[in-house]
């Protein structure tokens, strides 16, 4: 089975804090994404990744930046924490670009902001 | 700007029963339809897929109906049991992009 791990399961960080999340996956997944989860409001998406050293945007990439520098590793860095950042962090990984090829989920990274 | 809309929000019905979750979009480049199922302390994990040439979709007791006239697609889930209490998302893709994910639904089913 497809694995995606995620480093933390619960993180409490203090505002102003600069905050690395990771995610690995272990099948050789071409495509990484990170979402975050916030009741009623669905997934939303933070940025992407098709490749190495590849980043796009997603819907809400303000507060945000990412690093792919290998093929297996996604880390999503929160610059500066801010309260309103306190959400569920879900990483997800898939094979293909374009084929109908669903996404495997990490258990997800719960952040607190204080 | 929520690309897709689900409804309802929650859902309680007895053991059974038949949940059906809605989802509607908007954008005709649409190509590729999942869902996915959530349980409390883990990630989404696919549950049953639809392309827009196809109606209908079967796997078990979950079925995808889909009307790509009205831009419309749902969720069945026949024979209900209180193990398929879990947060239902659907999801939407433009080939070579990525999903955009409705606001879920909260399924609850009663014994």
């Known amino acids: 089975d497809v694995k995606v791990t995620q480093s933390s399961r619960y993180l409490v960080k203090r505002t102003g804090e600069k905050v690395f999340l990771e995610c690995v996956q272990d099948?050789?997944?071409?495509?990484m994404f990170w979402y975050r989860q916030d009741p009623g409001l669905g997934l939303r998406l933070i940025y992407f990744?098709?490749?190495?050293?590849?980043?796009e945007k997603g819907d809400i990439p303000e507060g945000y930046s990412v690093s792919r520098e290998k093929k297996e590793r996604f880390s999503l860095i929160l610059e500066s924490a801010s309260t309103n950042q306190t959400s569920m962090y879900l990483c997800a990984s898939s094979l293909y670009r374009a084929l109908d090829y669903g996404y495997t989920f990490g258990s997800g990274t719960r952040l607190t902001v204080v | 700007q929520q690309q897709v809309k689900q409804s309802p929000q929650s859902l309680i019905v007895q053991k059974g029963g038949i949940p059906i979750i809605n989802c509607a979009y908007e954008n005709t480049a649409f190509d590729y339809f999942p869902w996915y199922q959530q349980f409390p302390g883990k990630g989404p994990a696919l549950l049953i897929a639809i392309r827009p040439d196809v109606s209908e979709k079967k796997e078990g007791r979950f079925t995808i109906s889909f009307n790509k006239s009205a831009k419309q697609f749902s969720l069945h889930i026949m024979d209900s049991q209180p193990g398929d209490s879990a947060t239902y998302f659907c999801a939407a893709r433009v080939s070579g992009y990525a999903l955009n994910f409705g606001k879920g639904t909260s399924l609850l089913v009663t014994p």
């Open positions: 099948m050789d997944h071409e495509n």
């Open positions: 990744s098709y490749d190495v050293k590849m980043k």
